[in-house]
């Protein structure tokens, strides 16, 4: 039994196919960044806590640094390279800078990837559910407030009144 | 992570014959194996990538008997979001939604949560002494840092928690763990899966060596319907384990009358906790927080804190009234509408 042994894989990433010989604990955002030469996606945390390196994988959103390059053979891959199309911003992107949804910027490849993925997932109906269906994306900067938005108005919830708006802190009982 | 030799065979019976050798583990979704062979709490010299075994059937979600019948391989996101789940079987759409987020929801799968270990600190760092993961090194939680960790079923070994959020609800539901090895195909009720830590807290449960999980089974849990809930208190409003979580299920009769109770609880032992004869002294009575309260003092008997986790004291015993408190005045899916409370409220 080789330890060492490399594994040939295929991947479909941004609408490309790409050829890798990765050895079998090379996770899925090393490759990206590593390899790929996508250094879109963040490493955050390295454990699946923060968000910051979700990318699509056939069109769902998942951690790409606790899945293996090896156990994606044969996937597709969207990163934030492969949002907009061409010179022309996804609409998530175009909303994120129109609500100043970021400030150092680190996390927002991965926001927006899971934003995309909660869109195509079509389980938000409200402003809560985007909050709580965007919660396993963190954000040191507390852009929180301004994502939110952003992805109400990529999807066309209507604009809560912001006066209402206030931090919610602490553990929930029902 | 350690170097390690891997494969995808594509079939059951594949993947059993590398089972059977030693250093060899299956890997579903990754997000609980992964995450320990990186802080090399876990190191096997060989993974098996079980997830072709979705194609041959195991990431189904489907009727069976009059009950479910849930793959080892489905998804949690897909299991919660499964229009039979939703509908018939809020409590367990509701657990499931609580837990982690839903970038992991959508990798983790049925077999791997069942299996997930504890998120005890001492545990996750191999700096430290820890008897779940170095049998006989000791347990520094019970003096240390134990704000997570059990109340009930612990042992001088060990005070870990089994962290996960849908076992509760399986647990509550009277599922069935189905499961194959070398000598063929066994069933595991659901309250003999995991175990109590005792002397040997390093087994987490009953599977065997070599083992794997196919699907799990939940009988027909249509009178629960109408009336149950999943409470999940932790430190933050989303995205945290439990401190401690209950799920709840009631029948009651048109005049208010409880015919059947289910009460199962999380963040409080080694398994999903649930004492039947809490559940039987409340058939007969008037829902209430009086029936609740007697309940709760019942579940909760022989419960000791280790003192950062005293407070899961009371808070196990609110968490329990609220639950069946909530459930009294009807279903609705908590977690599934966000973090909306039932009854509209902003929190
Ligand atoms: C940041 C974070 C937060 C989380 N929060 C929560 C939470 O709040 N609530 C909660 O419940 N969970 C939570 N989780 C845990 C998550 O739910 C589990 O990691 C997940 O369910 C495990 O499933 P998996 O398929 O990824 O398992 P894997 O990581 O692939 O496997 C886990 C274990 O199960 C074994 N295994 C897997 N499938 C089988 C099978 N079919 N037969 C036999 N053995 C098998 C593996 O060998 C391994 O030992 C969280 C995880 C993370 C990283
Ligand atoms: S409680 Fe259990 S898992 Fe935690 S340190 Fe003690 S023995 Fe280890
Ligand atoms: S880097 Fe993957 S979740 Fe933090
Ligand atoms: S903008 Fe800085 S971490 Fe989110």
């Known amino acids: 039994m080789d330890l060492y042994q490399k594994y040939p894989i295929r991947l479909r990433i941004n609408e490309q196919d790409r050829e890798f010989d990765v050895e079998s604990w090379v996770t899925l955002l090393d490759l990206l960044r590593e390899r790929a030469g996508l250094t879109g996606t963040k490493k955050g945390c390295d454990h699946g806590q923060c968000g910051a390196c979700t990318v699509l994988v056939d069109g769902k959103r998942v951690n790409s640094c606790l899945t293996l390059a090896v156990m994606q053979n044969g996937h597709e891959v969207t990163t934030i390279e492969g949002m907009a199309k061409g010179n022309e911003l996804h609409p998530l992107q175009q909303a994120f800078i129109e609500q100043d949804a970021f400030q150092c910027g680190y996390c927002t490849p991965g926001q927006i990837c899971s934003a995309a993925g909660l869109i195509a997932e079509g389980q938000a109906r409200c402003r809560d559910d985007v909050r709580e269906l965007m919660s396993g994306n963190l954000c040191r900067c507390g852009a929180y407030p301004q994502i939110a938005r952003a992805v109400i108005q990529v999807m066309g919830i209507e604009e809560p009144d912001t006066k209402k708006e206030g931090f919610t802190t602490g553990a929930v009982l029902t | ?259 059947a109770a289910r009460i199962a609880l999380g963040g409080v032992a080694h398994k999903p906790w649930r004492v039947e004869e809490a559940e039987a002294a409340l058939v007969g009575k008037a829902t209430g927080e009086a029936a609740f309260e007697a309940a709760a003092e019942r579940i909760l008997q022989g419960a000791r804190g280790y003192g950062q986790n005293d407070f899961k004291l009371v808070l196990a015993r609110n968490a329990i009234v609220q639950a069946l408190t909530t459930a009294t005045r009807g279903t609705e899916h908590a977690q599934g509408k966000g973090n909306q409370q039932p009854n509209g409220e902003r929190p």
């Open chain 2, 1 to 259: 992570m350690k170097p390690f030799a891997f494969s995808q065979p594509q079939d059951v019976d594949g993947v059993l014959a590398l089972l059977a050798s030693e250093g060899a583990r299956p890997v579903a979704g990754g997000t609980n194996l992964l995450d320990l062979m990186k802080e090399n709490v876990m190191s096997p010299t060989q993974l098996v990538d079980i997830n072709l075994l979705g194609k041959a059937g195991l990431d189904k979600v489907e009727e069976a008997d009059g009950g479910l019948r849930l793959g080892a391989l489905a998804r949690n996101a897909d299991t919660a979001y499964h229009a039979l789940v939703k509908e018939r079987y809020p409590l367990l759409s509701s657990a499931i939604l609580a837990g982690a987020s839903p970038q992991l929801r959508n990798m983790a799968t049925n077999g791997g949560n069942l299996l997930q270990r504890t998120r005890c600190v001492y545990f996750y760092d191999v700096g430290t002494p820890c008897n779940k993961r170095e049998p006989g090194t000791g347990c520094p939680a019970k003096h240390g840092v134990n704000r997570q960790l059990a109340i009930l079923g612990t042992s001088e070994q060990c005070i870990a928690t089994h962290p996960s959020d849908m076992c509760v609800a399986l647990r509550a539901l009277d599922a069935t763990v189905h499961v194959r090895g070398k000598g063929g195909e066994r069933a595991i009720p659901f309250a003999d899966f995991h175990r109590l830590p005792g002397d040997r807290p390093d087994l987490d449960s009953t599977l065997q060596p070599g083992e794997l999980i196919t699907h799990i089974t939940v009988p027909d849990a249509d009178r629960f319907r109408a009336h149950s809930a999943y409470i999940k208190v932790r430190d933050r409003l989303s995205y945290a384990f439990a401190l401690v979580s209950v799920a709840a299920a009631l029948d009651i009769d048109a005049g208010g009358t409880i015919r």
